[in-house]
């Protein structure tokens, strides 16, 4: 059965507007742990545009579930992740000027770097992931990394302007996720999932985890944390193993 890890970084986007203490996406986390959700993400942006540094450490100490970090690829955040220690550490591309994470990781040639790059955390027991598109070459290089994960880019499919593009892209996601798996490859979906979308893919086996962070968060505005957390969590629960 697959699980929910909730991104609280959108709590932290509302409080770094004014620069102060509230809302506090730590205590977003623990509401979200008591609806059901099975993990808490954050993305650490080296412009620390959200989340902050103390946010990290404050999750790792006080999570009942686990805390899976997103990271860009740079000796800082490995750094912080050696300290930290988080559940799971995911490797992202990161542009400063970006509104949010607008593609996978390219791979491609960077396999030894990157094999490299995650040695050290995968020493320290993190379970390591890679944020690719579902291309063939991209979900190749990963295996060829070596990490148990990859997080399968569904921005692309959420974003599709019509019937027929989505359905294209949800192929190359099925695709995808096949691939992976014939590959010994762990798969995790994330980007652009809400409400209505996720539904494309409740009869597809094999997915470990949804990350979802937007979706959630806005719904929370009108309805609380709780509640969105727990509608998302009985969606999922519905779905076919
Ligand atoms: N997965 C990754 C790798 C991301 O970068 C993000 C956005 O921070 C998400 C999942 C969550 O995307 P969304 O906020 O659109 O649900």
């Given at each position: 059965?697959?699980v929910?890890?909730?991104?609280?970084?959108?709590?932290?986007?509302?409080?770094?507007?004014?620069?102060?203490?509230?809302?506090?996406?730590?205590?977003?986390?623990?509401?979200?742990e008591?609806?059901?959700?099975?993990?808490?993400?954050?993305?650490?942006?080296?412009?620390?545009?959200?989340?902050?540094?103390?946010?990290?450490?404050?999750?790792?100490?006080?999570?009942?579930?686990?805390?899976?970090?997103?990271?860009?690829?740079?000796?800082?955040?490995?750094?912080?992740a050696?300290?930290?220690?988080?559940?799971?550490?995911?490797?992202?591309?990161?542009?400063?000027?970006?509104?949010?994470?607008?593609?996978?990781l390219?791979?491609?040639?960077?396999?030894?770097?990157?094999k490299?790059?995650?040695?050290?955390?995968?020493?320290?027991?993190?379970?390591?992931?890679?944020?690719?598109?579902?291309?063939?070459?991209?979900?190749e290089?990963?295996?060829q990394?070596?990490?148990?994960?990859?997080?399968?880019?569904t921005?692309?499919?959420?974003d599709?302007?019509?019937?027929?593009?989505?359905?294209?892209?949800?192929q190359?996601?099925?695709?995808?996720?096949?691939?992976?798996?014939?590959?010994?490859?762990?798969?995790?979906?994330?980007?652009?999932?809400?409400?209505?979308?996720?539904l494309?893919?409740?009869?597809?086996?094999?997915?470990?985890?949804?990350?979802?962070?937007?979706?959630?968060?806005?719904?929370?505005?009108?309805?609380?944390?709780?509640?969105?957390?727990?509608?998302?969590?009985?969606?999922?629960?519905?779905?076919?193993?």
């Amino acid at each position: 059965m697959p699980v929910l890890v909730v991104n609280v970084d959108h709590i932290a986007t509302l409080r770094q507007a004014r620069l102060g203490k509230e809302p506090d996406p730590v205590t977003g986390a623990h509401l979200a742990e008591l609806a059901g959700a099975q993990g808490i993400i954050v993305h650490l942006r080296e412009d620390r545009r959200h989340i902050q540094d103390k946010d990290v450490e404050l999750l790792k100490t006080t999570l009942k579930t686990n805390l899976h970090l997103e990271m860009a690829a740079t000796e800082e955040m490995q750094k912080i992740a050696l300290h930290t220690l988080p559940h799971m550490v995911c490797l992202v591309p990161e542009k400063r000027q970006e509104l949010t994470t607008e593609g996978g990781l390219n791979c491609l040639g960077r396999e030894q770097e990157l094999k490299e790059f995650l040695a050290p955390l995968k020493k320290k027991g993190i379970k390591t992931s890679l944020f690719i598109d579902a291309e063939k070459e991209q979900i190749e290089a990963a295996a060829q990394i070596g990490t148990e994960y990859i997080e399968i880019h569904t921005g692309h499919f959420a974003d599709a302007q019509n019937t027929d593009d989505q359905q294209k892209e949800f192929q190359k996601i099925v695709t995808g996720i096949e691939f992976a798996q014939e590959l010994k490859l762990k798969v995790n979906l994330g980007h652009g999932l809400n409400y209505h979308n996720i539904l494309a893919f409740a009869r597809i086996p094999g997915i470990s985890e949804y990350s979802i962070g937007h979706s959630i968060i806005s719904r929370a505005v009108f309805v609380g944390i709780f509640q969105a957390v727990k509608q998302m969590v009985d969606i999922i629960a519905g779905f076919t193993p």
